[in-house]
């Protein structure tokens, strides 16, 4: 009788092992990398062996960043300015209004403020305080320029660390310019980027579909473009926030947006243009022809070859159009249209633009021989604009230098 054959699904048996030779190494066993280390492998070094291009990249703009003294110090501003950011986040104060105080001007606490402002004790310079301790000494000429009350000895902030904002020296109630730049850090900062990352993604798709497929697109997107570029951008703002006040736009968060829309409409055609001009070079490059030969469509094209290559001077640009917003809108604010903008609100172009209302009085008291400058509320103000936007100036710099071969010191 023939024997059965054996199934296909059983597996033959095994050799039995050999015994070890005497004097020879034990076989090795190698483990599986597990997940975490193939994460690790793939950030720092690609399998076996093989450099990873991104994280090289990386490191090779940090050393030529590195390189730059002005692009590091920047750095350093621009993260304290981060941390202030985060700071402001948490701090104890309203975010939509500068914090109101009423200043007693020489009588005792509560003086006649208004029931529900906090107080702070003050009496005119050259009289006797009207309590031991706790008053701060005003001008005479000028009861609501209360200077910064933060001392170095013995330490202490005071209730107006960096003095008093006051539109009018003869008032009684006046704005902590303190609480006002700290919750500014969060309003100026968020506005800055939103509105330069609205107008640079704007700006990209605008761009990349512009210089890619040419043509009638490229002509009717690129005078579109042009007609934008025409308009100064300030009077574009302003035009577009009286419309929408006439229209009678309401709600503090649909006011802000409204700002950001009106800046971003003025944004976007500079970076439609920058994104063009590299997409124009790039699209004629090998590896897209090759993209295209291989089969790949126009999107897939876009988003995996062209994009990631037209990205770093978008970068640039970012960097050095983030400081410029609040030197706009403190300037939209200085020549009076806060016709949209809520008043008073804690951000640093307005605070900047507030802290000037008094300076005529100022001069006309100065012709007369009593001037009395309030310095404090001039200076902070400006300082932090000035700091913020030269230092993302530096860190831009920087950033072209380390990403542009030709540019590399």
């Not at 490191?59 to 981060?82: D, E, P, Q």
């Not at 640009?317 to 903008?341: E, K, M, N, R, Y």
């Not at 902070?380 to 030709?406: E, H, T, Y």
Request: hydrophobic residues 45%; glycine residues 8%.
């Amino acid at each position: 009788m023939t024997p059965e054959p054996p199934s296909p699904s059983s597996a033959p048996a095994r050799p039995p092992a050999s015994p070890q030779a005497p004097g020879s190494e034990p076989p090795v066993t190698v483990a599986a990398p597990s997940r975490r280390d193939k994460v690790t492998a793939h950030w720092y070094r690609a399998f076996p062996g093989r450099p990873h291009p991104q994280w090289d990249q990386m490191k090779r703009t940090w050393y030529f960043f590195s390189l730059n003294g002005l692009a590091l110090a920047g750095l350093v501003i621009v993260l304290f300015f981060a941390g202030a950011f985060f700071y402001g986040l948490a701090y104890p104060a309203s975010s939509t209004q500068l914090q109101e105080y009423c200043l007693t001007e020489g009588l005792p606490p509560p003086g006649d403020c208004y029931a529900g402002f906090p107080t702070i004790c003050t009496y005119n310079a050259g009289t006797s305080p009207p309590v031991p301790s706790g008053c701060y000494a005003t001008p005479a000429e000028y009861p609501a320029f209360v200077p910064p009350t933060a001392r170095l000895s013995p330490a202490q902030l005071g209730p107006l660390p960096f003095g008093s904002l006051a539109p009018s020296g003869s008032t009684q109630y006046v704005y902590n310019l303190y609480d006002g730049l700290v919750k500014g850090s969060v309003w100026s900062l968020s506005m800055s980027v939103a509105i330069v990352l609205s107008g640079a993604l704007l700006g990209l798709l605008v761009g990349c579909v512009s210089g890619f497929f040419g043509g009638l697109i490229d002509e009717v997107l690129m005078r579109l473009t042009d007609i934008f570029l025409s308009i100064p951008g300030i009077l574009l703002v302003i035009v577009v926030v009286i419309a929408a006040a006439n229209l009678g736009v309401s709600g503090f968060m649909n006011r802000i947006l409204l700002v950001i829309a009106a800046f971003t409409v003025t944004w976007w055609p500079l970076y439609a243009r920058i994104v063009r001009g590299q997409v124009l070079v790039t699209r004629e490059q090998k590896f897209v022809e090759a993209a295209r030969a291989s089969g790949a469509g126009a999107g897939r094209i876009i988003r995996r070859h062209i994009l990631p290559n037209s990205l770093y001077p978008v970068f640039v640009q970012i960097s050095l159009d983030v400081g410029t917003v609040p030197l706009l809108i403190a300037s939209i604010v200085f020549i009076g249209f806060t016709t949209i903008l809520p008043t008073h609100l804690p951000e640093w172009g307005s605070i900047a633009a507030s802290s000037t209302a008094s300076l005529p009085s100022i001069l006309n008291t100065c012709a007369i021989g009593a001037c009395v400058i309030p310095w404090w509320q001039i200076l902070f103000p400006g300082l932090a604009l000035f700091l913020f936007a030269i230092s993302v100036n530096f860190v831009a710099d920087g950033l072209r230098d380390a990403l542009d071969p030709r540019l590399r010191r």
